[in-house]
C-alpha cells in the first residue's frame, strides 16, 4: 500500500462527506448537467449516445415503468384491478410524452436496456439450463464494471470506499422499503419493484468513489472514464439506460416512422428522502390508504443526518 500526503488525505475525507452527502440528497436533480453526464458516459462506454430522456416525478413511477418495459408486463392480466389502473395511467403519460400511439411502441422504440449479460439456454446430456453470457455490445462492455474492478493501493482511499458503498447499501434498503409499501399490490410471483436494482448495481458507489479519488487527489487520468458517472450521483437519482431502438411509429410525436431513438430513464429528485408523494401507496392487501404515513419519511431524514458524520468518523 502507497501512503498519501496529508493534504491528500484530508481531501479524502472531504470527498466521503461529499459523497454522502449526495446519496442522502434530498435536492432536485440539475437536468441539464445530468444529461450531459449520462451522455459523456455513454460515450466512454463506446455506445451511441442518448437522444431521449424520460424524467419522472419519483422512483416509484420510474421503477413502474421500468417493470413495464420488461418481460413482466405480459403478467399484467394478474394484476389488482387498481394496480393495473395505475400502471396503465403511467404507459399513457410516458406515451404522450414520446407521442406514440401503443405501449408495444413505445417498448420497440425504446429497446432492451443495458446490461452485463445475455441469458441463454444450453444443453447437457438431455437437461436444459440457463447460463448468463457476457455482453460485448453495450455500455458495460466498454466501461468496466465494479465486479472487474480492483481495489487502488491507497489504503485510506479504500477505507473511505468501503465506507461509501455502506452507506449506500443502506440508503438502497431504506428506498426500497418506502417503495414496497408505496407501489401497492404487484404482481404474483414477481419480487416487487423495490428490489429492482439500477445503473449503480453494475457501477457501485465504491467504485466511483475510488475513481473520483484517484482522478481528482491523485491525478490518476486512467480513471477519468468514470468522471461522468460521478456526476450523475452529483445531479440525479437512480436511472437506467436503454440501447438504441427503432420505432416503427407514425403518429406526430418526436419519433418519426424511422426515427432512432436511444433512451435513458432517469429520476427528477436526487432520492425519495422528503420527497413529497403524488399518490396514495397500496398496503399489499388490494386496498390503498388516502394518505401516505409521512412519519417514515421523518424517519429517513433522521437516518441520513446522522448517517453522515457517523460514516465520516468512522
Not at 451511441?48 to 413482466?72: N, Y
Not at 389502473?85 to 429497446?111: M, N, Y
Not at 447460463?131 to 493501493?153: M, N, S, Y
Request: one cysteine or more; proline letters at 4%; a positive charge.
Amino acid at each position: 500500500m502507497r501512503s498519501l500526503t496529508p493534504i491528500q488525505n484530508a481531501a479524502v475525507l472531504s470527498a466521503q462527506t461529499r459523497w454522502l452527502g449526495w446519496i442522502f440528497s434530498t435536492e432536485q436533480a440539475n437536468r441539464e448537467q445530468a444529461e450531459e453526464a449520462v451522455r459523456q458516459t455513454y460515450r466512454a462506454g463506446g455506445v451511441p449516445e442518448p437522444e431521449i430522456f424520460l424524467w419522472f416525478d419519483d422512483l416509484v413511477e420510474a421503477l413502474l415503468v421500468r417493470e413495464q418495459l420488461s418481460s413482466f408486463r405480459d403478467f399484467n392480466s394478474q394484476l389488482p384491478p387498481e394496480s393495473l389502473e395505475h400502471r396503465e395511467e403511467i404507459q399513457h403519460r410516458v406515451r404522450e410524452k414520446l407521442g406514440l400511439q401503443t405501449w408495444d411502441k413505445v417498448v420497440q422504440a425504446v429497446g432492451p436496456e443495458h446490461c452485463r449479460n445475455r441469458h441463454e439456454t444450453r444443453q447437457l446430456r438431455g437437461v436444459n439450463f440457463g447460463v448468463a453470457v457476457r455482453r460485448t455490445d453495450t455500455l458495460q462492455a466498454g466501461l468496466r464494471i465494479a465486479v472487474d474492478d480492483h481495489p487502488c493501493d491507497h489504503e485510506v482511499i479504500e477505507h473511505a470506499a468501503a465506507r461509501v458503498g455502506r452507506a449506500g447499501i443502506d440508503a438502497y434498503y431504506e428506498l426500497a422499503h418506502i417503495v414496497q409499501r408505496s407501489a401497492g399490490p404487484g404482481i404474483p410471483g414477481h419480487y416487487g419493484i423495490s428490489l429492482v436494482t439500477s445503473f449503480y448495481d453494475d457501477y457501485r458507489y465504491e467504485q466511483l468513489f475510488r475513481h473520483d479519488c484517484l482522478l481528482n487527489i491523485c491525478g490518476d487520468q486512467a480513471s477519468a472514464a468514470y468522471n461522468a458517472l460521478r456526476r450523475t450521483v452529483q445531479h440525479a437519482g437512480p436511472w437506467w439506460a436503454f440501447r438504441n431502438g427503432r420505432s416503427c411509429a407514425t403518429g406526430h410525436g418526436r419519433l418519426g416512422a424511422t426515427a432512432k431513438a436511444i433512451f435513458t430513464a432517469t429520476t427528477d429528485r436526487r432520492s425519495l428522502f422528503g420527497m413529497e408523494w403524488n399518490f396514495s401507496p397500496g398496503t399489499g392487501s388490494g386496498s390503498r390508504p388516502k394518505r401516505f404515513d409521512l412519519r417514515s419519511l421523518s424517519m429517513l431524514q433522521r437516518f441520513a443526518r446522522r448517517a453522515i458524520p457517523r460514516c465520516v468518523r468512522a
